[in-house]
Antibody, heavy 122, light 108 residues
Framework: QVHLVQSGAEVKKPGASVKVSCKASGYTFTDYYIHWVRQAPGQGLEWMGWINPNSGDTDYARNFQGRVTMTSDTSISTAFMELSRLTSDDTAMYYC???????????????WGQGTPVTVSS | QSALTQPASVSGSPGQSITISCTGTSSDVGGYKYVSWYQHHPGKAPKLMIYDVSKRPSGVSNRFSGSKSGNTASLSISGLQAEDEADYFCSSYTTTNSFGGGTKLTVL
């Protein structure tokens, strides 16, 4: 069965960077795009961008361009999301999610990671 | 401010039916069939319940159904059960990905 397992909780100081991992299992990692989404406390979900794990192609939401970098390591079936120049507004739960359509950039997210809480505090 | 508008909360008694709305624009919900709904129990991974407006993934109870009229999509749950108590959010996946703010369903 398909699983996306994310790395553990992070606490960072303002101005620092955070890198969250998302390890996939149960399917061919390079066949499905991975998206990253976050949810700040008391807020709705916010789409951050996607990565094609096979080619490394990415598309980032305008709000995060210049601060986010998404990468993948096919040898360990893992996607990564790095966010730099953190502020308190970046305190949120970060999720990875798989697009449910084969090799499509967009579609419903049929599997999600369990979430990685990131706290930014001085 | 979420791109798609959902009510903050809905409630119903066991056995009853409820409907959660998700209002967007003609550029997202109204213009395409690309609306999905997710169930989210706190501390767990969100679960896909409906996609392409009204399709149910394998394994999702037929008590859950989706529809759309104009710029508003809806998730209906019939025969409410205690385990349905969760947050529900909608999403539109067109030229970009948009989400609703989420609706907390309370089973009384």
């Amino acid at each position: 069965q398909v699983h996306l397992v994310q790395s553990g909780a992070e606490v960072k100081k303002p101005g620092a960077s955070v890198k969250v991992s998302c390890k996939a299992s149960g399917y061919t990692f390079t066949d499905y795009y991975i998206h990253w989404v976050r949810q700040a406390p008391g807020q709705g979900l916010e789409w951050m961008g996607w990565i094609n794990p096979n080619s490394g192609d990415t598309d980032y939401a305008r709000n995060f361009q210049g601060r986010v970098t998404m990468t993948s390591d096919t040898s360990i079936s893992t996607a990564f999301m790095e966010l730099s120049r953190l502020t308190s507004d970046d305190t949120a739960m970060y999720y990875c999610a798989r697009v449910g359509y084969y090799y499509e950039t967009k579609g419903p997210f049929d599997y999600w990671g369990q979430g990685t809480p990131v706290t930014v505090s001085s | 401010q979420s791109a798609l508008t959902q009510p903050a909360s809905v409630s119903g008694s066991p056995g009853q039916s409820i409907t959660i709305s998700c209002t967007g624009t003609s550029s997202d919900v109204g213009g395409y069939k690309y609306v999905s709904w997710y169930q989210h129990h706190p501390g767990k991974a969100p679960k896909l319940m409906i996609y392409d407006v009204s399709k149910r993934p394998s394994g999702v109870s037929n008590r859950f159904s989706g529809s759309k009229s104009g710029n508003t999509a809806s998730l209906s749950i019939s025969g409410l059960q205690a385990e349905d108590e969760a947050d529900y959010f909608c999403s539109s996946y067109t030229t970009t990905n948009s989400f609703g703010g989420g609706t907390k369903l309370t089973v009384l």
